[in-house]
């Protein structure tokens, strides 16, 4: 089977692994990357990536016209030899239902005589309306859409509801790498932080922002101080200040630890230092409102990274959480603080609970989201649109 998959996430070489694997299964994937991105926007940081190659996997970048805008990428002439000689069996583009660079890769499919499978992906979850052009756009890519993979059910919803009504696949663009994310004890670590022996310790990875959840989370450790716990918060981000005055006021201070940032290569350790991690998401997304501007949790990848440590996770209902936990984990309704803190208290009174939460957090990390789970479903996933 041939492969070809456009994107500007699989510039970041890290990215790579899932469809790296799939190569290693038998089978050719080409990966299509803008020659020029500007990551984030950030003034004057373009990443013009190499082609890489690794047997029957090789990224090609080739030259694009929009360097950063995920709708508005698309590709320069090179693409057109690229299909003439690779002729690919499947098209996959993964920068969403309104993206430019798919419209042109079906028009391209079908000018230059391919009898390749369209799919997209897309992380989008909440609902919304759009206007000519983009409309047109949008009913053009779904009209011609053989298979759609998206990264949650809610986006997998709102696009039946929009018209796409063919085969689906719900999973993550990126699975967890289980060599770096595995159960490790962190002694020394736990010392380094002057954490002492016995304390339970509750972590949280990812942005201090507000639709993380964060103030709901110490509120919530607020009602527990007569229990042995200490929070270790891994990351950054604008709320830091407001988070640390709301800890002044509950005088919870001095049980927090504030990791500010470190390599990607570490996260895995201080993952193993927790006792639980909790992802405490709070959808800001007002539903009256079709155009207004929200957020909802797409996934939550730090939990799949928690669970293939055996490490036991604690999310809201917030978008995929409840779906990516399933019953190996414990789930709340966000925003409530006194639910959350019953779930911690669960975790934290009950250690044979934990103990096995834990394990059926790692056997779904094992079963579901490793670069090889997502490459065999994927693989799967072609295999039934060239059948069918």
């Not at 996959?92 to 391919?114: D, F, H």
Request: proline share 6%; hydrophobic share 40%; net charge negative.
């Amino acid at each position: 089977m041939k492969v070809l998959v456009a994107s500007h996430s699989y510039i970041v070489e890290l990215n790579c692994e899932k469809l790296r694997t799939l190569a290693h299964m038998g089978h050719d994937v080409t990966v299509v990357v803008p020659k020029r991105w500007n990551p984030g926007g950030v003034q004057n940081r373009i990443v013009e990536p190499e082609p890489r190659q690794d047997g029957s996997f090789r990224v090609v970048p080739i030259s694009n016209l929009s360097q950063n805008n995920q709708g508005l990428l698309s590709f320069g002439w090179d693409i057109v030899p690229l299909l003439k000689a690779f002729q690919p069996d499947i098209i996959q583009v993964e920068q969403g239902s309104k993206s430019l660079g798919y419209a042109e890769l079906i028009t391209l499919n079908r000018l230059l005589g391919g009898n390749a499978k369209n799919l997209f992906f897309t992380w989008w979850n909440l609902p919304y309306e759009l206007k000519f052009p983009l409309s047109l756009l949008e009913a053009y890519n779904l009209n011609n859409t053989d298979g759609l993979v998206v990264g949650n059910q809610d986006g997998a919803d709102i696009l039946k509801q929009r018209g796409y009504h063919g085969p689906v696949r719900v999973m993550p663009q990126l699975g967890v790498d289980e060599r770096l994310f595995r159960p490790t004890p962190q002694p020394q670590l736990r010392q380094q932080l002057s954490i002492a022996e016995g304390e339970f310790i509750i972590g949280f990875v990812g942005r201090f922002v507000p639709e993380k959840g964060l103030l709901t989370l110490f509120k919530a450790l607020a009602t527990l101080v007569n229990l042995p716990w200490t929070l270790v918060l891994l990351g950054r981000g604008p709320l830091k200040e407001e988070l640390q005055n709301q800890a002044d006021a509950l005088n919870i201070s001095d049980r927090i630890r504030w990791i500010e940032s470190v390599p990607h290569d570490a996260v895995p350790d201080y993952i193993n230092l927790m006792d639980t991690l909790v992802l405490p998401s709070e959808t800001t997304y007002e539903f009256k409102t079709l155009t207004s501007v929200g957020w909802k949790e797409q996934f939550g990848h730090v939990l799949i990274e928690a669970m293939a440590c055996q490490v036991p996770v604690i999310g809201s209902d917030s978008g995929e959480i409840p779906h990516v936990i399933d019953d190996s984990g414990l789930v709340f309704p966000e925003g409530d603080h006194g639910a959350l803190a019953d779930r911690l208290t669960q975790v934290i009174k009950q250690p044979e609970q934990q103990q096995a939460l834990a394990q059926k957090g790692y056997a779904r990390a094992m079963k579901h989201y490793t670069n090889k789970a997502l490459a065999t479903e994927l693989l799967g996933f072609y295999q039934e649109l060239l059948t069918s």
